[in-house]
T-cell receptor, first 113, second 115 residues
C-alpha cells in the first residue's frame, strides 16, 4: 500500500521555467491538498480539492494552479517559477471526516534559481 | 480567523524524561479538531494524536498524550519517557470542519533528546 506518492523528489528550476508536481493516493480519499513548508513558517495550504472535479484556494495560492485529474491524482503547476517559490511541497489526502488525519506524501524539494 | 501558536522554537530533554510541547489555538467555531504531527529529519509528516473539541477525555496514544484545556484554548503534547528517536520537529494543527476541512499549522517546535 503506497499511500500518498509525489514526483519528483527534488527539482531545480530557473526563474521563469514551468513545472508540474504530481501527487497520487491509493486510499480512495475524497479530499486532497497541496502545502508548502518554509523555514519558520510551518505548513501553509496552497490549494485543496474536497472532491473529484472541485478545487479551491488555500492560504497562499498565488503563482500556482492545480488540477484534480481524477479521484487519485492532484497536480500542482508552477507556470513561471520565482525564487520565492523555493520550498518543500507536500501533498496530502484525507477522508474529510472531522476526526480523520490527513496522510502526507514524502515531499518535493524545489529550488528556483 | 483561526490561528495556531507554538511559542517554543526549540526544546531540549534528557532521555527517559517527560517533555511538554505547548500549543494554543484561537477559533470561534465550537466544533474543531486538534492534531499533532512529528517531522523527523528525513522530512515526512507523521500523525501522532488527535483531540476533538467535544471529546470528554484527553487523548492518549502510547507515550503521547494531549493535555487539552478547552477554556484556555491550549492543546499541549506530552511525551513521556523520551527516546533519542523522538528528536524531530513537532507541529500542532487545527481543523474547523464547518469551514471545509482545511488544516491550519503552527510554526513547530524542534525537540532535541540527549543521552
Amino acid at each position: 500500500n503506497a499511500g500518498v506518492t509525489q514526483t519528483p523528489k527534488f527539482q531545480v528550476l530557473k526563474t521563469g521555467q514551468s513545472m508540474t508536481l504530481q501527487c497520487a493516493q491509493d486510499m480512495n480519499h475524497n479530499s486532497m491538498y497541496w502545502y508548502r513548508q518554509d523555514p519558520g513558517m510551518g505548513l501553509r495550504l496552497i490549494y485543496y480539492s474536497a472532491s473529484e472535479g472541485t478545487t479551491d484556494k488555500g492560504e497562499v495560492p498565488n503563482g500556482y494552479n492545480v488540477s484534480r485529474l481524477n479521484k487519485r491524482e492532484f497536480s500542482l503547476r508552477l507556470e513561471s517559477a520565482a525564487p520565492s517559490q523555493t520550498s518543500v511541497y507536500f501533498c496530502a489526502s484525507g477522508t474529510g471526516a472531522r476526526q480523520e488525519t490527513q496522510y502526507f506524501g514524502p515531499g518535493t524539494r524545489l529550488l528556483v534559481l | 480567523a483561526q490561528k495556531i501558536t507554538q511559542t517554543q522554537p526549540g526544546m531540549f530533554v534528557q532521555e527517559k524524561e517527560a517533555v511538554t510541547l505547548d500549543c494554543t489555538y484561537d477559533t470561534s467555531d465550537p466544533s474543531y479538531g486538534l492534531f499533532w504531527y512529528k517531522q523527523p529529519s528525513s522530512g515526512e509528516m507523521i500523525f501522532l494524536i488527535y483531540q476533538g473539541s467535544y471529546d470528554q477525555q484527553n487523548a492518549t496514544e502510547g507515550r503521547y498524550s494531549l493535555n487539552f484545556q478547552k477554556a484556555r484554548k491550549s492543546a499541549n503534547l506530552v511525551i513521556s519517557a523520551s527516546q533519542l528517536g523522538d528528536s524531530a520537529m513537532y507541529f500542532c494543527a487545527m481543523r474547523e470542519p464547518h469551514n471545509t476541512d482545511k488544516l491550519i499549522f503552527g510554526t513547530g517546535t524542534r525537540l532535541q533528546v540527549f543521552p
